[in-house]
Each structure stands twice: as C-alpha cells, then as structure tokens.
T-cell receptor, first 114, second 112 residues
Framework: KAGVTQTPRYLIKTRGQQVTLSCSPI?????VSWYQQTPGQGLQFLFE???????NKGNFPGRFSGRQFSNSRSEMNVSTLELGDSALYLC?????????????FGEGSWLTVV | QKEVEQDPGPLSVPEGAIVSLNCTYS??????FMWYRQYSRKGPELLMY????GNKEDGRFTAQVDKSSKYISLFIRDSQPSDSATYLC????????????FGTGTKLQVIP
C-alpha cells in the first residue's frame, strides 16, 4: 500500500514568488493535514481538510492556504514567499473523519526561499 | 511557554542501553498521545499511540502517560544503532482530529 506522496520533494523559490505543493493521501484516507517543520519552531500545524472542507486551522498568516479535491488529494499554496518560509512542509493523512485515527506522514517537500 | 516541552538533547547512549525520552505538557485537554521517530530528511513515522493515561508496550518500545503530572515517556529497551533518530512526542485534544501539537524532538544517537 503506497504511503502519503508529496511533490515536489525539493524546490527553490525567490522571495515574493508563490509556491504550490501537492499531496496524495494513502488510498482510502479522506482527511489530510499540512505541517511546517523548521529547526527553530519544530513541527507546526497549518491546516486540515476533510471532505473538501477545512476543519482546523493553525496560527499562520493568510499567505498560507490549502484545498482538498474530491479525490482527497490536497494542495497547499504559499504566496509572497519570505525567507522565513524556508522549511520542510509535511502532509499527513488519516482514514476518515473519526477522531482518534492514526495519522501518517509523507516524506515532505523541502522549500528553500532565496 | 510552549504547550509541549521536550529536551532537544542530543542524547548519546551505548548499544544495548535502555533509553528514556520524556515530554511535559501544559494543556490538560490533551487526550491522545503519540511518539514519532524521524530520520534525517525523512517524514515522521508513528511509533506509539495511546489514549489517556496508562502504559502501552510494543516490542522494545514502551509508552507511558501520566495525565495527573502532565508527563509522558517513551522507553526503548536494548537500543540499536538503527534507533538513532529524532524522537518527537505529540499530542492532541479530543475532537482535534489531525491538529497535533508536537514537542521539538530529542535527537538520539546509539553508539555501537
């Protein structure tokens, strides 16, 4: 069974640009979330989607947005990139909308902003 | 003050040692407690998952949750060089679904 798949794995962007990251959850999983991981702040929750609706949101500025498609795939977008957005962006998925389900992470997308 | 505190280490132990990793937290609403292992440049991998207080054992790993003290632990018996990684404690509230709060991680090195 394939795990959570994230693309691209590595990318370099310039300040002021925008970026879109993609996530394919484990087959059958309908809940997807995104996290940012940096050396200073660790893993921080960005947002979660279930059945194409945002269910939870973390404390990030509006430049960070996401969406989920009917096939449960998800994308996140960061506009007007800043140097501080350089991080590992992780996508996670779980089986359904039931609380308590195990959360599985992908390998992440490494974003460098120069 | 962070909601979840975890000693960043690094922690260096000889092969075969018992490793103890700990986290404290301040939010009494946390009900689900997890430990993840993360190898360099990889995503976190779930090791242990417990609900509320108590102990859970899986092979060489034992997770303990003491909600009265707001303290969770992960014990690794007979540690192996392959256990060298960063260990992240994580927790969430009931109804929190995938909104998980993580510790900053403890870097463990097991020396052969």
């Amino acid at each position: 069974k394939a795990g959570v798949t994230q693309t691209p794995r590595y990318l370099i962007k310039t300040r002021g640009q925008q970026v879109t990251l993609s996530c394919s959850p484990i087959s059958g999983h309908r809940s997807v979330s995104w996290y940012q991981q940096t050396p200073g702040q660790g893993l921080q929750f960005l947002f979660e989607y279930f059945s194409e609706t945002q269910r939870n949101k973390g404390n990030f500025p509006g430049r960070f947005s996401g969406r989920q498609f009917s096939n449960s795939r998800s994308e996140m977008n960061v506009s007007t990139l800043e140097l501080g957005d350089s991080a590992l962006y992780l996508c996670a998925s779980s089986l359904a909308g039931v609380d308590g389900n195990t959360i599985y992470f992908g390998e992440g997308s490494w974003l460098t902003v120069v | 003050q962070k909601e979840v505190e975890q000693d960043p280490g690094p922690l260096s132990v000889p092969e075969g040692a018992i490793v103890s990793l700990n986290c404290t937290y301040s939010n009494s609403a946390f009900q689900y407690f997890m430990w993840y292992r993360q190898y360099s440049r990889k995503g976190p991998e779930l090791l242990m998952y417990t609900y509320s207080s108590g102990n859970k054992e899986d092979g060489r790993f034992t997770a303990q949750v003491d909600k009265s003290s707001k303290y969770i632990s992960l014990f690794i018996r007979d540690s192996q060089p392959s256990d060298s990684a960063t260990y992240l404690c994580a927790m969430r509230t009931a109804g929190g679904y995938q909104k998980v709060t993580f510790g900053t991680g403890t870097k463990l090195q097991v020396i052969p």
